[in-house]
C-alpha cells in the first residue's frame, strides 16, 4: 500500500501519514480534476495495468484506489 500512498502524496503534495481510505476531492483541495488524471496515469504506469474510462471515473476516495487496483491484479503489498 506504500507504492499507492507514495503516488497519491507526490501527485496530491500531501504527506503519507495524511492519506487515510476517507481521502477525497471533497476534503482535500489539491485532489482536482487534473490531478484526478495525473492520479490515475501514475497508478497505471506504477502497477503496470489499464483502467476502463468508468472504472477511473469510478474512483470517489482512496479507498476506491485501493479495490481498483486490486481488483486488475495490482500488487499493493510489494
Not at 7 to 30: D, R, T, W
Not at 34 to 57: G, Q, W
Amino acid at each position: 500500500m506504500d507504492k499507492l500512498k507514495t503516488i497519491f502524496s507526490s501527485v496530491l503534495g500531501i504527506s503519507k501519514e495524511s492519506i487515510m481510505p476517507e481521502l477525497a476531492p471533497q476534503n482535500c483541495s489539491a485532489w482536482d480534476s487534473l490531478n484526478a488524471i495525473v492520479l490515475v496515469t501514475e497508478i497505471e504506469k506504477a502497477f503496470v495495468i489499464r483502467f476502463k474510462f468508468d472504472e477511473a471515473m469510478a474512483v470517489k476516495n482512496f479507498g476506491d484506489a485501493i479495490s481498483l487496483v486490486r481488483s486488475k491484479g495490482g500488487k499493493l503489498d510489494e
